[in-house]
């Protein structure tokens, strides 16, 4: 797995259903944060969605930062691992991971993409 950073117009990102808040920041902090490492604060670059209830992808990614750049093609890609809802996800701006696993614990990387509108 290789990281990039900063990666001009890209975001990556991650969706996952969690039965609280706590366990969604625990597994960001054991599965992205960790694998950051010292090369970025997390803080810095990823804007996170937590929702109670389940929500279509569409829904729970609409309101990020560029997302009518990259909010398709997300919910494409989650569609074609069998997932159409989920509660929570975290968009990572201008970071790009390459040969990354599908499935980080609960989290389903959903890529790094195109994000031609950022703002962040």
Known sequence: ?????????????????????EAFDECVEREISSRLGHAVE???????????????????LDGFSGCESFISSAAAVAASHGVVSAN????????????????????????????ADLVE
Not at 1 to 21: A, D, H, N, R
């Open 1 to 21: 797995m290789e990281l990039l950073y900063p990666s001009q117009g890209k975001v990556s990102i991650w969706i996952g259903s969690f039965e609280s808040e």
């Open 42 to 60: 997390i803080s810095e670059i990823c804007k996170v969605s937590f929702e109670f209830e389940p929500k279509p992808v569409e829904v729970l």
């Open 88 to 115: 929570a996800a975290i968009v990572c701006y201008h970071l790009e991971f390459r040969n990354a696993p599908q499935t980080w614990s609960d989290l389903l990387f959903l890529g790094s993409m195109d994000g």
